[in-house]
């Protein structure tokens, strides 16, 4: 074969961007999809990019700080009908975003090895740390991190839960109508 398969299989899993495959190995877009299609490895758009903790005493300690220093924001948007005698409201999920909050840089470094993104942001007055956000943002991340940490979790749980039903909803419908364009 022209292109070495087991290769580009692999840097695909790695979680290496297609863009970053095509110029490696000097490839067409189309090329790599077909590739990737063809032995059914999922783009990273229907992939899980996050990694968990490797221990259960981490997991138990991410947990703590998303009860602590953490939250969990869902994004609902209204579903607009075009029948106006229509009384019932609907809403649709737009985002959901787990971040954690704190000042010391180490701890979202190590957050930040897991996945997700960091933004630093400052304090309006002199003197005050510089406070660091880690943000889970991607909706298959976010299901897969709280499906992890539910059982662990004890003030978010019930936002924790809600989130989780939305996101499942969510996914499901997006996954359907990804499955009907294919």
């Known amino acids: ?13 790695e979680g290496k961007t297609p863009l970053q495959i095509r110029h490696q190995f000097g490839m067409a877009e189309s090329t790599l999809r077909y590739l990737l299609a063809r032995n ?3 783009s990273r758009r229907h992939r899980v990019l996050l990694k968990l903790p490797p221990s259960d005493i981490q997991l138990g300690y991410l947990a703590g700080l998303l009860d602590g220093e ?19 409201a609907r809403w649709r999920i737009s ?15 190590w957050l930040a090895a897991l996945g ?16 660091w956000v880690w943000e889970v943002s991607r909706q298959l991340d976010a299901r897969f991190l709280l499906e992890a ?17 939305l996101l499942r909803q969510h996914l499901k419908r997006v996954a359907g109508t990804v499955a009907g364009q294919c």
């Open 95 to 109: 985002e959901v975003r787990l971040s954690i909050v704190n000042t010391d840089k180490s701890l979202i470094d």
């Open 149 to 165: 940490l539910e059982p662990h979790l004890i003030v978010k749980r019930a936002a924790a839960d809600r989130a989780l039903n």
């Open 70 to 88: 953490g939250s969990i924001y869902v994004r609902l948007v209204p579903i607009i009908r075009h029948n106006p005698d229509s009384t019932i």
């Open 1 to 13: 074969p022209k292109y070495n398969h087991a290769a580009i299989m692999q840097a695909s899993l």
């Open 40 to 42: 059914a490895i999922p």
């Open 116 to 131: 997700g993104r960091i933004q630093a942001r400052s304090h309006d007055r002199l003197g005050r740390k510089p406070i």
